[in-house]
């Protein structure tokens, strides 16, 4: 055996070029065989006969004007666009005097502003922003909306409905169900015993017990723990009992992310001299909450969709105000509900999505992890 | 005659049943080097880890800089505030910059103004070596460069002390040389320290006094010359034959 020397560097190339295009793709992708094919004409022809389905009933068969029910219960009509924009309103407002609901849209409105500016990373003044979205807003919203102060009329919670009514709920659920979830989790990891059982009790409760049953427990035991003649307000029991639920659930996903930090990280924080809460806030958190971005987005997302449950303890939340439509005699007819629940679909779905879409962008945006 | 930097009497510690640390006694001096080796699991890492209180131990004194080691946890933060530590994995923050690595604590534990952390921190990235990579991320750059970082982020902190847990085992053959040149200019800069390393070139360069731990005991300790020429104990001669072939 005789020994070897390179005496000339085997050249350098780029990589071959491979074929691109439809055609290609097709080819290797998708028809690479008999089984391939025949599935993918399958599905195409699927995925074709349902889009033509829909666009059928909603725009050519669909009827989009009308006084009253009478055209939409015509044989062979679509969807109901007339009976929507009838209701809008009262969809998103619910029984909320016509006369103040520029207050509803101020809400709105602040609160789309601030959450721009939350969510937006380009824009300055993050902490300033949190502090008031999450301190201060709640309190100017809830003065807003239920008035009598400040020479504003009082507007019982009875006449909230609608959007009104989920917004109210997940938004407050999902701003308490953050820190209280962050509290609960290190709370259970905590190497006090006291604390670590009360945290442990608090979310195994919460946990075994289904959410339609809180709202009821929450409906109609509240009282039992209040002095006797005080009753709260069905709306503040349906949102403390929702948020308990998702603080719940909250604490348990930040507890798989603390769960996925190493030991090091614990450890590197207490030789620089950080403090538990300065190393739990400053290093541990941050990377923790990163890691189960997807899982939170995830909780928010049933969370706000969950929150159509509440009509089982008489609230007329978004779903519940579309389906009292659906008894109007005015508007009742055989495509009444179906477009109903068609406009309701898209509406929970754009909402659900942006939450989905705005999770991964966010995700990106923080990975510093640069892993090879 | 200098004072002491770091003190350990009759200390002993145990895991569950398990004795690591048997009547541990350890004089430190200010601006003095020790090298500590032994084999694994000998308890070299829980006793510097017992010295910023990582580990408590249970039994005996520990006194850092004139300030006891107790269950009392201002003394405890005390402590930290004044020992720089390093580790064999480094235990960099990911989530922020190298420049905010080295920040931190400056910041939010010794309340130094940002802007007089940062040119503090940027003076140190100089001195070991890196300040071009201020604003990257630990993941971007490579093990020794992430070990300087280390060492780095603990010197802002101004340190009495400095402990290294075996800080080039985990890096790859080339890149140790550039770790150990950085902690041989902080020896030569009189900084005091306690390293745990079986750099054997590095004790005979810079360390006052080595340290042989076996079986959570110390078994020898003498000057690096003695130690390496005329080990006395048995064990430390066989420990020596087994890593200088
Ligand atoms: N957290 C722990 N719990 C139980 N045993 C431990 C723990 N940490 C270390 N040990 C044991 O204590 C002994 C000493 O460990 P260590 O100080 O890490 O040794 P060295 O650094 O010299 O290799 C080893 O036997 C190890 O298995
Ligand atoms: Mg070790």
Known sequence: MTGFVRTIDAPKLSPPKGEVGLIHTLRHRVFNSAIGGVLAIAIAALLFWTAWTIIDWAFFRGVWTAPDRELCNAEGAGACWPFIKARSLQWVYGFYPSAERWRVNLVYLIGAISLAGLMIPAIPFKTWNALFFFLLYPVIAFFLLLGGKFGLTLVETEQWGGLLVTLVLSVTAIVVSAPLGILLALGRRSEMPIVSLLSTIFIETVRGVPLVLVLFMAANMFPLFMPPGVNPDKLLKAVIGTSLFASAYMAEIIRGGLQAIPKGQYEGAQAIGLSYWKSMGLIIMPQALKVVIPSIVNNFISLFKDTSLVTVVGLFDLLGIVQTGFNDPKWASAQTSNTGYFALAVIYWAFCFSMSRYSQFIERKLNTSHKR | ?245
């Open chain 2, 1 to 245: 005659m200098p004072h002491s930097a770091v003190t350990m009497s009759h200390v002993d510690k145990w895991y569950g049943p398990f004795h690591v640390l048997r009547d541990i006694n350890l004089d430190v001096k200010a601006g003095e080097r020790i090298v500590i080796c032994g084999p694994s699991g000998s308890g070299k890492s829980t006793l510097i880890r017992c010295i910023n209180r990582l580990e408590e131990h249970q039994q005996g004194d520990i006194v850092v800089d004139g300030i006891p080691l107790t269950a009392n946890l201002k003394n405890i933060d005390d402590v930290r505030r004044e020992v720089g530590m390093v580790f064999q994995h480094f235990n960099l923050f990911p989530h922020l910059t190298v420049l905010e690595n080295c920040t931190l604590a400056p910041i939010w534990v010794r309340k130094q103004p940002k802007a007089q952390a940062e040119e503090n921190a940027m003076s140190f990235l100089k001195r070991v070596k890196i300040p071009e990579q201020a604003l990257k991320y630990p993941g971007q750059l490579s093990g020794g460069q992430q070990q300087r970082v280390a060492i780095a982020r603990a010197l802002c902190m101004n340190p009495k002390v400095m402990l290294f847990d075996e800080p080039t085992s985990a890096l790859d053959p080339e890149m140790i040389k550039e770790v150990l040149d950085v902690m041989v200019d902080l020896a030569e800069g009189g900084m005091t320290m306690l390293c745990v390393t079986h750099e054997m070139a590095f004790a005979r360069q810079v360390a006052d006094r080595v340290i042989f731990m076996d079986q959570g005991q110390i078994v020898e300790e003498n000057e690096p010359e003695e130690f390496f020429k005329n080990p006395k104990s048995p064990r430390t001669r066989l420990f020596l034959e087994q890593i200088l072939h």
